[in-house]
Structure formats: C-alpha cells, structure tokens
C-alpha cells in the first residue's frame, strides 16, 4: 500500500496540469516563415544521444526538406514536457508514453496522442563503483542505488528488471529517489549510493573518470519496451494533420538514416547536437546503444508494445486501470511515412 500510494503521488502533478487544461482555452501557435516553412515547436523530454534518429534528421535537413522550421526545446523531465504540450506551449512533445496515460486517465477532454515511436529498449545503465565481470541482479539486495523518479519510465523499467529476477524493489534494497533528474552522476561521483542508474553521456563519463563502471544494461534485460514516442494533443493532429504527417516523414528519414550508417557515420553526422562531447566518446555511446537494437525500423507505436507498456505500469502500481489503445495511439502517421 505504501509503495502504491508514493507512486500515486509522484503522477499528481500531471494530474494537475490535466484539470489545468481542460479549465483553459488553448490556442493555435502555428506560423509560417517568410520561406515558407511551417514553424513547430518541439518540447522533448532530455538531450541524449539516445535519441540520436531524431537528431540525424535535424542534422541532415530532413525536417527543412518536409517544409517545416523546427525549434527544439529540452524540457528536463517527462511532466515539464507534458506540461509545455498541455499548455500550447510545444506543438510535439518528445518522452515516455506513459505520460500520455496518465493525462487520458486524469480526464481531460484534449488528451495527447502518440503518433510515432522511436525507441523500442531502455537507454539507461547500471553503474557500479568497482568493475563486475559477471554481474547479476541480485547483487544489489542490501545496496542503495541512486534511482528516478516514481512513475517514470527509467524507474519503473529498472523496478520491473528486479521483478524479473525475483528481487523485492522495496524491501530487499533502497533505491534513492531523491535526486534531481540529471543529477545523479554527479552525485555518485561525491560518494552517494552504492551503484547509480544513468543515461549517456553521463554513464561513459562516469567510465572516463573512473568513478564507475557499466555493470548492466537495463534496454537489453528489460527486452523490447516502447520507451519513447512522439505525441500531440488530439485537437493538433486533427487540425493540423500535414503537419504531423511531414514531421513523422522528416523522422523516419533519420531512422533510415540509423538503419543504414555505422555507428561512426550516425556519431559524425549528430555530433553538432553535442558538442561538449568529443567524437570519440559520441561514437562509443552511439555504438553501445546501436548494438543493443535501441531504435526501431519504423515509427509505428504497435498495440503489442502498448500493451507491455501498461504491464509495466500494473507492476509499478500506477495504473488503475487499463486505457485503450485505439484512444491513444494513432499510428497513420508512421504507416504512410514508412511506405
């Protein structure tokens, strides 16, 4: 009961903005440029080479090819991303679909629909202080594991692994939630925690310093997850559906992009995007996340996957019940992009 109730609370605020949303009028942002361009505001969730299609197509002008101006705004977390398409803030929004639940299950009249999914594995690691050749999960029975937050993806991806292999994720270790999203290398770095949970860069960083060792992979072990996927209030890609349907185009050119490039090609062509990162390591961290099959060939979010994506919500205790596929996912979108 416990554990159910702080994973409740931890959707509260989305729940919130949902109310918010539906108490206030929302407008349509939509400009075109004197080139004529149409303007579109994307809010993703983090800048992580774990996104590393979507960034091929900003890169390689595929979204300027399908006629549209992107603007990429960093949210810094899955509900301020939420709340940026919530609030017209965004057009898109980029993060873990499991918010798309949460704000159809809160009530709201202009829910938010997935239209295309990028990832189909986990993008975090398991960090260790001291290198682990044959690492199993039940070594973190009596640790203490720098984790994330209550109802996210990352943290209920991690909680579903330790089911897997029979490890209670209340009682039989501590997972500290208590840090900032982003925060937590830099953290384990001055001492906390006994192993840490990362994204890349932040994962290899931790490596080059020395102050940690990749142990796991949560993408492999968790097997096939829809971890992120693209979506839009209903009202926008009833009302704007060109658009949509460019945007998805300009994607899965970058995801043919991955398909066909080597890890090397796709680290050269995204290296703009992070340009605190040197080359050498960008190609290491692309090329651990293209051995693991991180992105899929296309974009269409299936209902298979939708249906583990709710499974993993029933075991983390955040779902009350289950939401229809057909409500909130729209995959015409992906289908016409892939033809």
């Not at 995204?270 to 390591?281: G, K, L, V, W």
Request: glycine share 8%.
């Amino acid at each position: 009961m416990k554990k159910n109730f702080w994973k409740r609370a931890g959707v509260l605020t989305l729940s919130l903005l949902v109310l918010m949303c539906s108490l206030t009028a929302c407008g349509d942002s939509q400009t075109t440029t004197g080139e004529g361009k149409t303007k579109v505001v994307l809010n993703e969730v983090a800048h992580s080479i774990f996104y590393a299609p979507m960034y091929v197509a900003i890169e390689e002008g595929y979204f300027a090819e399908e006629g549209i101006e992107l603007t990429l705004v960093t949210g810094f977390g899955a509900d301020k991303t939420m709340t940026a398409v919530l609030t017209d803030e965004a057009d898109i929004g980029f993060m873990g679909s499991e918010s798309t639940i949460y704000t159809y299950a809160g009530g709201t009249e202009d829910y938010v629909v997935n239209f295309a999914q990028l990832t189909q594995r986990a993008g975090n690691f398991l960090v260790s202080r001291e290198p682990i050749e044959n690492f199993s999960w039940d070594m973190l029975m009596g640790k203490t594991v720098l984790g994330g937050r209550s109802g996210g993806m990352p943290e209920m991806v991690f909680e579903y692994i330790l089911e897997k292999n029979n490890i209670d994720p209340v009682t039989e270790l501590t997972i500290d939630q208590s840090i900032d999203f982003g925060s937590t290398a830099a953290a384990f770095s001055g001492g906390q925690g006994d192993f840490t949970v990362e994204f890349e860069p932040h994962a290899t960083m931790l490596e080059a310093k020395g102050d940690g060792y990749v142990v796991a992979s949560l993408g492999e072990d968790s097997g096939y997850v829809p971890y992120t996927s693209f979506s839009a209030k209903k009202s926008f890609l009833e009302e704007h559906p060109d658009i949509v349907q460019a945007f998805t185009n300009a994607l899965q050119k970058g995801m043919d992009y991955v398909q066909n490039h080597t890890p090397a090609e796709i680290a050269e062509s995204i290296a703009p995007q992070f340009a605190e990162t040197d080359i050498q390591t960008l190609t290491t961290i692309v090329e651990r996340y293209y051995e693991q099959d991180t992105w899929k060939a296309d974009l269409i979010f299936e209902e298979e996957a939708f249906s583990l994506l709710q499974n993993i919500l029933d075991d983390s205790g955040v779902l009350e019940e289950r939401v229809p596929y057909e409500e909130l996912v729209n995959t015409e979108f992906a289908e016409t992009a892939a033809q």
